[in-house]
């Protein structure tokens, strides 16, 4: 049996690796001779990552380019081209939008032809049905293609605890409609997912099940014993909340309220006796949050300490959860970063800037250590920082029973997946002539 995984992933980001981690290793545990592919934003780093073939969820990624040989003549011919189109400037917009047109075509034929080598296709992760970066054209586009695709192709397509949200334009709400009208299982990892794509009038069964990270083994980090120590230690996990440079929405004055009350918070902290640790699950985009505290702290803390208190960004999930495993307590603004709290049993305290970590905070039971990024300041993280430690007994207990319930829960969920009819090789008629009436249906 051969599976597609998709998931808008690619660029360090380890809460989407742990989410296909888990998957692929559920997978592999129910059907032993499955072959799992990739599509993702970065085809290169999901092949080292996963060690699975992958393909390009679009028609340009990094080092697409750079893998190209050109020779001096041709490289000198296209400088001329470019100049010259640069003297037209209309001629020029049309020219690009005409060759970017042709690579998408070229570029949806070539997956056709990958996705018709497929018995499934997996559309998995957090924000795949999400508007939030770059629009309409990004996520939701890609999903809706990538679904037409596959229904073109008579095969099965499964949304698997996917989250959906903000949604705010016409296009991207059309294209999540179609999307879920085309599939043949959606499961949301939230209630307020499968609310907010019930309220575009999607009329089909879907199911709510815990983030698929929950699924991860972590036994050999639940082992280890924290290193005996009179400081606790804190971890604190910053992201790059409205930095101009890469957040969506820019609010210079934002992101410098967010990083001054983090740098005030980690002073009071180191004079309260605890050791602290700075650190990122994000290679990419929030290594400049990390730069920036770090820069704030310079002015109080030598630079020795600081380069004791400020750990490289983790590369990948087992370096994050080794990392994580040997903290007391969690700072974090990432939604992932709850989740491997949860998982390790760690009091965690959310920074959040989503409405999708309020829901996680809530529905594990201790709302009261989620702060709204954009109003907290020092004092009331301080308060809660207190309250936190005050219930970290009580909260570690909750934890464990509360990740153990969601993993029994998903193993329940990929035991119906991929154990169940519907994912066996010899369903693939009866799915063709189903998948023929739903696309029949949606368009």
């Known amino acids: 049996m051969k599976i597609g995984l998709l998931d808008h992933m690619g660029y360090g980001n380890l809460g989407d690796a742990a989410t296909q981690e888990a998957l692929i290793a559920n997978i ?17 780093d999901t092949r080292e990552r996963h060690n699975i073939p992958c ?49 998408e075509l070229l570029h949806l034929l070539r997956s056709f032809r990958v996705l018709k080598s497929l018995d499934t296709l997996i559309i998995a992760g957090g924000g795949q049905l999400s508007e939030l970066w770059r629009g309409p054209w990004s996520h939701p586009y890609n999903v809706f293609k990538f679904s037409m695709l596959t229904k073109l192709a008579n095969r099965q397509l499964f949304f698997i605890n996917v989250g959906a949200g903000p949604l705010d334009s016409f296009l991207g709400r059309f294209f999540v409609k179609c999307s879920i009208h085309l599939a043949d299982y959606v499961s949301f990892r939230d209630v307020p997912s499968q609310t907010l794509v ?48 890469i957040w969506p929405k820019t609010d210079r004055d934002a992101y410098a309220r967010y990083l001054d009350s983090l740098a005030a918070f980690s002073l009071w902290l180191l004079g309260c006796n605890y050791t602290l640790k700075i650190f990122s699950a994000e290679v990419s985009v929030d290594v400049y949050a990390l730069q920036d505290l770090k820069a704030r702290l310079l002015s109080s803390i030598s630079r020795t300490a600081i380069n004791e208190i400020c750990v ?94 969601y993993s029994n829960k998903l193993k329940e969920q990929f035991d119906e997946i ?18 023929e009436a739903v696309f029949r249906g949606s368009v």
């Open 28 to 44: 592999k545990k129910r059907l032993t001779d499955a072959t799992i592919v990739g599509f993702s934003l970065n085809p290169d």
């Open 55 to 103: 393909y390009s969820i679009t028609h340009w990624h990094p080092g697409l380019n750079r893998s190209r040989k050109t020779t001096a003549d041709g490289a000198n011919l296209g400088s001329r081209a470019k100049s010259l189109l640069k003297k037209l400037p209309m001629f020029s917009s049309m020219a690009s939008y005409a060759l970017n047109l042709i690579r």
């Open 198 to 245: 019930y309220q575009l009038n999607v009329k089909r069964q879907t199911h709510v099940y815990p983030d698929s990270a929950y699924a991860l083994d972590l036994a050999e980090y639940e082992d280890r014993e924290l290193t005996k120590r009179s400081r606790p230690l804190v971890g604190i996990n910053p992201i790059g909340f409205c930095d101009p440079r």
């Open 312 to 405: 490289p960004p983790s590369e990948n999930v087992q370096d994050l959860l080794a990392e994580m495993s040997r903290l007391d307590f969690v700072i974090t603004s990432k939604f992932h970063g709850v989740v491997f709290s949860h998982l390790l049993a760690k009091p965690v305290l959310a920074l959040s800037y989503h409405p999708k970590i309020d829901d996680l905070m809530l529905a594990v039971g201790h709302g009261q250590f989620c702060l709204n990024i954009e109003s907290f300041d020092y004092e009331c993280l301080k308060k809660a920082f207190i309250s936190l430690v005050d219930n970290a007994q009580d909260l570690r207990s909750q934890f464990r029973q509360t990740t153990r319930a």
């Open 418 to 435: 991929f154990v169940a009819r519907n994912m066996q090789p010899d369903s693939r008629e009866v799915a063709a002539d189903r998948n």
